[in-house]
Each structure stands twice: as structure tokens, then as C-alpha cells.
């Protein structure tokens, strides 16, 4: 049984064989060639081996060709197509040397295959993860909860695939001095030694070993092979550096066989043995450097396979290895300028800096769609930032172009993805209306529903219902809501049918105890594909076909494979492993759908060839990535047990960034800020940037091209006219005839709000979660208040202030799905509490509560046409030779004067309602005929009053004028005369927000006004 724990006797018997291949390699000439950074690699390989059997096209099929990845043979297959013009063509076997199997070893060895038969099989990554998982959860207090579990075992399958890589062994644990380092690393320590001594025993049950082991495994079996039976045929291992041992030792053999070529992508020549000497981890030549030491060659040996007529693209390499140089030997740069001529160098090349992300990703669409004007060039975009080939890809398609993003998506965050998420968020217990609006609004959704009708119920149960304010705490209660309405039935039926197939689902998230995961996974996809079925196709065939459907079922079916694996678990914790595990998986198209343009990662650009070439996101922890923080071991600590450091990924994106700078025509591109934070240029920018100083040249230079200018261009206009303040001027027939109080102080301020309110009929729509602002707690306020006077109409008791403080818990509750969200304000309220209930006291010496919430109207006579106005009272109390009007506000500013003068109309007018009868049961004329009437006799008012309750330094405070208000509410009267009948003037418009300074306190139509936009305009004009 081979595993990581057996490893440890490996290293030194590989050691041994190091030796032996050195030993012969010495009596061997090597064939180890290189294809220069820059150049066309898959092109100049495959026209060498066109040149090699241009006699005998046949013996072709005799070459293997080894190359890194399986899309490398992808490349390499479709070069050769290109070059012969598509017609059919007899190619070499092409063999992925990281994915290496029995089937392309027992081919390489004629069959015999005794020397891997014996090799275990690899365990399946999700079998890795979630056995990782299950074995980290079994160490006490090391994780909190399954998904975190899931977590750490990603990042543990990662770092004992680097163990396994660099041939190390866990039992060599024990160099390293735990005293030596900080208390948490002493526990990680122990939890690796716990990992260690457990993990082989679990493979060797399952009778795998982990995939990295199996591959080193396997590419020894090979190396032994032919270094004992050198192979007849020819053997080319094209386009690797070496960074696995395993590999290396392979190419080593490869270098020594005699019918064996090595081909190195982007080994610099121009170093020199000094420079040579000082290449460190971070250096793009160190994997090189590594491989030859490891193979025993020298950079002498190494021939170049580039053609002569390629000189003239190979001007900027001598730019890139100067750049590159050793921090040692950088004291050369003074003397580059002398020996050099720079400005060959920097033909083809170009540089923008961005300001933001979106800057950039602009310029790169817009430098993309210009590539297409030359009918035959590629365009490759490069780059390891995600969100900034989003962004291309999405701005693209302003031209109808279509670009998809090689490196691929995360299944998650795919719409499938979100799919899948948001039926168990609809499922989990309570109700999240956001989540099941967003789940029915999905074009996967359908439940077998009339596709005729299904956007018209949609739209009905949002408006009538989720955006109504009613609290629905479960289905069950949107259903009865529902039910209640004779003209939903159609809707009900919707409803119903649609939880309905959530049902399976429901039935676990109900569940109060762990459930066998496997149960939950297939009621799970068994309600995936009841919301996916139509009419015309069953669910099955809609959820999983194309690339993401595909990519998703091969992972269903493998974790239905794998659930046993997986203790029993609750809903909840079900879909945050669903999520977790869903992250690891990545779907990538089949086929670009652009031919000509493609957005790539660095491991997807690596042999890929371009006419032009794009480096995006070169900024220091993006383009070399950051390094990380490695939960398992810190830097002094992989330095003692022999792992590299983290500056190796550095390295390696420094021989990325390499290979596309040479490239003939050249664009490097970064963002100066991203997410509005300021960004780093990457170290290289800074280096060519210095190197071209010693050359009295700068970096900036490199920007004069007008392509920022024109990115800029395309979302501005030669001219601009800002919109003008609105003053639409209606038909008569069509301006109000009636308005609420609570309005007249709004038209006052805003006539063009009414326009909106009255004339178009636009309503705000509710939200569908209200926001915890001042207007819902002011609605709250006035429910808890309206609650306590109709409970204690006439005396307060003792405990009167707890009493309001129940109800206000009541309230609340009643009032929001998450009571939490309010108690920051709680402590407010009960300052409120205590004052109101004392200065409810005081005022019930003098006044008796009659009614709140009272609604009424009255028409006024305005040049021979009724005008109907009607309002709610919050409070009519009676008093000594009247009543009171009492308006609760939590906010605004209310003054005495302001009540006297008209300039706050809303109390003075319900007065007037009152004094004519308004109240006296009559409603509103539009309230519906059954809705219950409140009723107060006609009578002069001798109170007005706001009483401002917030809570802070004040808690409240009472702003009111007294005594006879016949002047004042005449006043009001006479103002609101003057107002409807100015506006039912044809030529009068309803002007936006007439004066700025004094704009209503809220206003829901203040974007469709653009009040921003000509107020700052009014503003400029009045600076002039």
C-alpha cells in the first residue's frame, strides 16, 4: 500500500537513482532545446516537426509529444490544423504529462505494465475532501461546523499535495522545533502529526492514494522504463518546466534517451552565469534553473529551436531579461543604455494605467473590438483578476460581441448555481420573500405552470401581496391571505402548485433532528427538476445539459456517490455543505464562442499565440498574487520541513508575465484603484520602469496611443444639455379635485409631486423587507400609542409605563420577521415611554381621549367647484370649550409660529374638517363601504399640537398654540383656496421643488424629477 505515510523511505531511494541518472547522463549528450519567450511555441514546434518528416509525412504518427496540460494538446492539435489549412493531416500521439494514465503509459511501454499495476488507484477529489472534512471534525474544538470543515480540508488536500510533489513525508514532522514558534502553531503542529498518522490508514481502506502520489508514481514507472528500454520511436516532451520532481527526473531521462527532445518555453539565453547564479524563487528562470541542476545539464547544452526569421520579434527579450535581472546584479542597468539601443525594444509595446477597474476593462473591450477590424488576427486577454475579465466580457457585448472567459466559473455563482441555492434558502424554514421572488423570477423556474400566465401571477402575488406590509411568517399564511380574496383563485392555485414541489425539500427543513444527507440530496434534485418542468419538457432535460448542466450533474451524481461519507446532518447544515462543496467546482465551455478574441488565465495563455496581447490587472497582490496566509505552516517553519516558500508562486507568475511580454505586440493594462481602494503597480512595471530611466526614457511614454482617450469617448457626448427643471402643465379634466391634508403642505413645496400622485396615479411601490428607517418606526410609534389609548381611554393605572412597554414588545413582534433589527432604537423608546406616560398624566388633568386613527372629509367650495379634502387624525381628545388635535411625529421640525402662520397647514385643516362635521362618521368617500367609521361630533378646535417624541437628549417635547384658532384655520383656508385655484389655471405647471430650501421632508419622486441634476445646474448659474 502506497500512501503519503510510506513515503518517507522514497526520497532516498529516488536519491540513488538521481545519481544513476547523472552518472549517465555525463557519457550522454543531451538534446534539450529552447523556444524563446515570445515566439509562437505550439506554431514553431509543430512546423519543426512538419520539417522533420516532410519526406515521410507518415512518421508523423511515430513522434509522442509530451506537453504539460490536456489543453496544451488541444493547442497543439488545432496548430497543426492551421498550419495545414484544415486539411486532414496525420498527427503525432499527443500525451498530457500532469494527467498521465495506465492507458498512455501501457501505449509508451508496449504493453508491459507491470511497472504500475501495482500502483493503486487515485481517490476522487470530493471523496478527498469530504474524508479530509470527516477527519478534521473528529479533532476536538479544531472546527465550527461543517462547512468550516470543508474549508480547512480544501486547504489540507492542497498542502499535502505539496508534501507529495516535493517528495517529502509527514513523519519528518518532527524537525520542526514547536518551542521555537508562536502557541498556535505549537497546536497546528499537533493537528498535522494527527492528520499524519491517520490520513494513510483511511486510503489504504479505501485501497487509493492521493492523486499527486499516483502521478509521481506513475512518471516514475515511466522514467525507469526507458532509462532501462530506451524507447525506438521519437519522444518529445515540449513545453514543461519541470516544477514537479517527478516530472523533472522524467525530462532528465527524456534529454538523455536518444531518441529523445526536451523543448523549454522561454529559457533566457541572455543571462549569464553571474546573474545565473543569483536566481532566487521569486525569478521567472528559477523553475529552469531547478530543472537543470535536477537533470544534471548545463545552460550551454541547451540548443535554440527558434528560426532566424524571428529575430526581429526577439528585440524585447533582451528588454525582459534586463528587466528581470537579479536585485544583485540590477548596479548593470547604468550601463544598459550605452550597450543598447532601447527604442526597437519598445515598438509593439504599450502601457495604460487606469484609473478604476471599469477604466480598464473599457480600454480592453475597446482594443478587442478594434483587433477584429484585420480580418485573421487573435486577441488574447491575460489575466488571473476574474471580475476584470467579467467586466470584458460584459462590455463587450455592447457590440454584440460575444467572449467567454477560458479560466472558467465557479458552479456556485452560476445561474444554475444560484438556482439550486435559492430553492433550499425557499425551503429553510420561515419566509424569505426576497429569496422565493428571486427563485420564481429565475427562467428555470416553471413547475409544470401555462408560460402564457406565469409572469402575470408573478406579478400579481408581488404587488397584491409581498409588497402590501403584511408580515408572512409562512406559507401558510401567504396562502390564507391569499384565500381570502375571491378574485385570486387562479393565484392560489400558483401558490399552492409551486409549494408543491418545494414539499420534498420542506419535509427535511421541518425536520428538528440530523438527517441522513443522502435523503435530503435526493429530495434535493428531485424538487430541482419538479420547479424546472414546463409543459413541454421534463425537468431533467432543462437543468442538465450545456456545459454548466453537464458540469452540475457529474457533480450531483458523484456527491450522491459520496454522501455516506457525510454524517447525518441538519437542513441548515446541508446547504452550507452543498454550498461549500460547490465552490471547488469550476465549469468551463466546451469551445470559445469567439474564434478570433479569447479572455484567458495564466495557466490557459501558457503555448496559446496571439497577434496581440493583452496583460491585465498588473497590480501587486492580483498579478503576482499574494501570497497568502498558509494556515498549516509559517514561512520558517516550510523552510524546516523543506517546502518552498511562498515566493515560488511569485516566480511563476513572473514566467507568465514573461512569456506575454515578448510577445510582437504587447498591452500592459492596471487599475490605479479597485473597489475605490488604491492599488500597487506590480514590481515589474516598477523595474521597467527604472531600467527605462537609466535610458533617459519613462514608462509613461509607452501611453501615447489614443485608446484611453476613446474608451472615455464612448460614454461621453460632444454636447450636453442637462435636463431642465419638470413643469408639466396637464388637462384640466385631469388635476385634482381632491387631496389629502397630509398633501397640502407637499404641493405647497413640491407641485410636482402631486402631478405625480394625483394626475399619473404613480405610487411608490413597498418594499419588500422595510427598512428599519425613521417612517417605519414612526408607523410603529403611532401603532403603539393608538394601542395604549384605546386601552386606557380614560384612566392610566400605576404601571401605566409597562404596560406601554408590553405593547410595544407586542408591536414588535407583530411588525418585523427579526426583532433584533429595532433594538438599537429600544433604549430610545423607553426614554419615549416614560415621557410620554408622565406627560400623559398632566394632560389627562385638563383632556379626555376620544379617538385616534380617525378618518374624514369635507368638500370645499372653490369658485363653484367642490374640491374634496380629507385626512386621518393620530388623536382628537376633548378639552374644556373644545377639542384637541394631537399629530405624534418622531422627526422634523415643527415651530408655533409655523402653526400660526399656515406654513404647517396639516393640523389646521383637520381642525376645518372637524369644525364642518368631517369626522362625524363619514369616512373617506373611497373608503370601502364595510371598513368600520369611526365618529366625533362637529366642533370647534382649541388645541393644536405636535408632539415630537425621539427619544435622545429631549425625549419629547410638545410644540402647540391654544385657545381661539378661528383666525388661524382661516388663514389656511383662504391659502388653500388660492393654491387649487392657481393650479387649475391651464398655464400654471407643476413645478419641481420651486425653492430648494425648503424641499418636503420626504419626496418619492424625487429621481424621476432628476432634482440633482437641474438643482446643481440652478446652483452653477447662481454662483455665475
Not at 472546527?143 to 498542502?159: I, M, N, T
Not at 424554514?429 to 405552470?449: E, N, P, R, T
Amino acid at each position: 500500500m502506497m500512501a503519503i505515510g510510506t513515503i518517507s523511505a522514497r526520497p532516498k531511494i529516488w536519491k540513488l537513482w538521481m545519481l544513476t541518472l547523472k552518472n549517465r547522463v555525463k557519457m550522454a549528450q543531451h538534446k534539450i532545446y529552447n523556444i524563446k519567450a515570445g515566439l509562437p511555441f505550439s506554431k514553431i514546434l509543430a512546423q519543426h516537426l512538419l520539417q522533420v518528416t516532410a519526406d515521410q509525412p507518415e512518421r508523423l504518427t511515430q513522434y509522442k509529444v509530451l506537453l504539460p496540460t490536456r489543453r496544451a494538446c488541444r493547442i497543439l492539435r488545432e496548430t497543426f490544423l492551421s498550419i495545414n489549412e484544415g486539411k486532414p493531416l496525420l498527427l503525432p500521439q499527443l500525451t498530457p504529462l500532469g494527467d498521465v494514465d495506465e492507458e498512455d503509459l501501457s501505449l509508451m511501454m508496449f504493453g508491459n505494465s507491470q511497472g504500475f499495476l501495482d500502483i493503486p488507484s487515485a481517490i476522487a477529489p470530493l471523496k478527498r475532501q469530504l474524508l479530509l472534512a470527516k477527519l478534521i471534525r473528529s479533532v476536538p474544538g479544531f472546527v465550527q461546523g461543517p462547512d468550516h470543515a470543508l474549508a480547512l480540508a480544501g486547504a489540507l488536500a492542497k498542502f499535502i499535495d505539496q508534501v507529495v510533489v516535493e517528495e517529502l513525508s509527514f513523519s519528518e514532522l518532527h524537525k520542526i522545533v514547536p518551542d521555537e514558534f508562536a502557541s498556535h502553531w505549537q497546536i497546528t503542529l499537533n493537528f498535522l502529526k494527527i492528520i499524519s498518522e491517520n490520513w494513510p490508514a483511511i486510503l489504504a481502506e479505501y485501497n487509493v492514494i492521493d492523486v499527486a502520489e499516483r502521478r509521481n508514481l506513475l512518471l516514475q514507472a515511466l522514467a525507469s522504463h526507458w532509462q532501462e528500454t530506451p524507447p525506438d520511436y521519437p519522444v518529445i516532451a515540449a513545453g514543461s518546466t519541470g516544477s514537479i520532481p517527478a516530472a523533472g527526473r522524467l525530462l532528465g531521462v527524456i534529454a538523455q534517451m536518444p531518441t529523445g527532445q526536451v523543448v523549454l518555453p522561454g529559457l533566457d539565453m541572455e543571462l549569464d552565469d553571474e546573474a545565473w547564479s543569483h536566481i532566487g524563487e521569486s525569478h521567472p528562470q528559477h523553475g529552469f534553473k531547478t530543472l537543470l541542476e535536477r537533470i544534471g545539464a548545463q545552460k550551454s547544452d541547451i540548443e535554440d529551436m527558434s528560426d532566424p526569421d524571428h529575430e526581429d520579434a526577439l528585440r524585447r527579450n533582451r528588454l525582459a531579461s534586463e528587466m528581470m535581472l537579479p536585485a544583485q546584479v540590477t548596479v548593470r542597468w547604468k550601463e544598459f543604455s550605452k550597450n543598447h539601443d532601447v527604442a526597437p525594444m519598445l515598438e509593439g509595446l504599450q502601457y495604460f494605467p487606469c484609473n478604476t477597474q471599469q477604466e480598464e476593462a473599457a480600454l480592453i473591450a475597446l482594443m478587442m473590438r478594434e483587433s477584429l477590424q484585420h480580418k485573421t488576427n487573435i486577441t488574447a486577454l491575460v489575466t488571473p483578476d476574474r471580475a476584470l475579465a467579467r467586466r470584458v466580457s460584459a462590455l463587450c457585448r455592447r457590440w454584440n460581441i460575444e467572449v467567454d472567459d477560458s479560466a472558467g466559473q465557479n458552479l456556485v455563482e452560476s445561474r444554475l448555481g444560484k438556482f439550486i441555492t435559492l430553492s433550499m434558502e425557499v425551503s429553510q424554514g420561515g419566509f424569505d420573500v426576497i429569496a422565493l421572488l428571486s427563485l420564481l423570477k429565475m427562467s428555470y423556474c416553471m413547475f409544470g405552470q401555462d408560460d402564457t400566465r406565469y409572469n402575470a401571477m408573478i406579478t400579481m402575488l408581488e404587488t397584491q401581496f409581498l409588497r402590501q406590509g403584511y408580515l408572512f411568517a409562512s406559507y401558510e399564511m401567504l396562502r390564507d391571505k391569499i384565500a381570502q380574496k375571491e378574485e385570486c383563485d387562479e393565484l392560489l392555485f400558483f401558490v399552492e402548485a409551486f409549494y408543491a414541489a418545494l414539499k420534498p425539500l420542506g419535509y427535511y427543513a421541518r425536520q428538528s433532528e440530523a438527517q441522513n444527507f443522502a435523503d435530503i440530496l435526493k429530495a434535493h434534485i428531485k424538487v430541482l427538476e419538479a420547479l424546472a418542468t414546463t409543459q413541454e419538457k421534463s425537468g431533467a432535460e432543462i437543468l442538465w445539459r450545456g456545459d454548466v448542466g453537464q458540469s452540475a450533474a457529474l457533480f450531483l451524481t458523484e456527491l450522491s456517490g459520496q454522501a455516506e461519507l457525510i454524517d447525518d446532518v441538519s437542513f441548515a447544515e446541508y446547504t452550507k455543505i452543498l454550498a461549500a462543496l460547490m465552490r471547488a467546482v469550476t465549469v468551463r465551455s466546451a469551445y470559445g464562442v469567439h474564434p478570433r478574441l479569447l479572455i484567458l488565465g495564466q495557466l490557459e495563455a501558457r503555448l496559446s499565440d496571439a497577434d496581440l496581447v493583452i496583460l491585465g490587472g498588473l497590480n501587486e497582490g492580483t498579478w503576482p498574487p499574494d501570497a497568502g496566509h498558509d494556515p498549516w505552516m509559517s514561512r520558517p517553519m516550510r523552510h524546516e520541513f523543506g517546502l518552498p516558500g511562498s515566493d515560488q508562486s511569485v516566480g511563476i507568475a513572473a514566467h507568465d508575465f514573461v512569456q506575454g511580454f515578448c510577445a510582437k505586440n504587447v498591452v500592459l493594462t492596471r487599475s490605479e484603484k479597485v473597489g475605490g481602494s488604491p492599488t500597487v503597480p506590480a514590481r515589474w512595471l516598477d523595474r521597467l520602469d527604472t531600467l527605462l530611466q537609466s535610458c533617459d526614457r519613462h514608462i509613461g511614454e509607452l501611453s501615447d496611443a489614443p485608446y484611453l482617450d476613446w474608451a472615455k469617448a464612448l460614454d461621453e457626448h460632444d454636447s450636453f444639455h442637462p435636463y431642465e427643471r419638470p413643469e408639466p402643465r396637464p388637462p384640466l379634466s385631469t388635476r385634482p379635485s381632491g387631496a389629502s391634508v397630509t398633501k397640502i403642505d407637499v404641493w405647497m413645496k413640491d407641485p410636482y409631486a402631486i402631478y405625480m400622485h394625483y394626475v399619473l396615479r404613480l405610487r411608490k411601490m413597498r418594499p419588500l423587507i422595510q427598512d428599519n428607517d425613521a417612517a417605519l418606526r414612526g408607523t410603529i410609534l403611532h401603532e403603539i400609542l393608538e394601542r395604549f389609548t384605546a386601552l386606557y381611554p380614560l384612566e392610566l393605572p400605576d404601571d401605566a409605563e409597562e404596560g406601554l412597554i408590553d405593547i410595544a414588545r407586542e408591536v414588535l413582534a407583530e411588525s418585523m420577521d427579526t426583532p433584533d433589527l429595532m433594538h438599537y432604537w429600544w433604549p430610545r423608546f423607553l426614554k419615549i415611554a416614560a415621557w410620554f406616560v408622565a406627560h400623559e398624566k398632566d394632560w389627562r388633568h385638563d383632556a379626555k381621549f376620544l379617538e385616534s386613527e380617525i378618518k374624514g372629509n369635507i368638500d370645499i367650495d372653490v369658485d363653484g367647484q367642490a374640491f374634496n379634502l380629507y385626512g386621518t387624525a393620530d388623536r382628537v381628545d376633548r378639552m374644556h370649550g373644545g377639542y384637541a388635535l394631537i399629530d405624534y411625529k418622531t422627526g422634523g421640525s415643527f415651530s408655533k409660529r409655523a402653526l400660526t402662520d399656515g406654513a404647517l397647514p396639516q393640523l389646521p385643516l383637520e381642525a376645518l374638517i372637524l369644525a364642518q362635521g368631517g369626522f362625524a362618521g363619514k369616512g373617506f368617500k373611497q373608503q370601502p363601504k364595510d371598513e368600520e367609521r369611526k365618529s366625533v361630533s362637529k366642533g370647534d378646535t382649541v388645541y393644536l399640537g405636535y408632539w415630537k417624541l425621539t427619544g435622545g437628549t429631549k425625549a419629547g417635547e410638545v410644540q402647540a398654540i391654544t385657545g381661539d384658532l378661528d383666525e388661524t384655520i382661516e388663514t389656511v383656508l383662504d391659502g388653500l383656496k388660492s393654491l387649487i385655484a392657481v393650479f387649475r389655471d391651464l398655464d400654471t405647471p407643476f413645478y419641481a421643488i420651486p425653492d430648494t430650501n425648503n424641499a418636503p421632508r420626504f419626496n418619492d419622486y424625487e429621481h424621476l424629477s432628476r432634482l440633482k441634476e437641474w438643482a446643481a445646474l440652478d446652483g452653477e448659474e447662481e454662483v455665475a
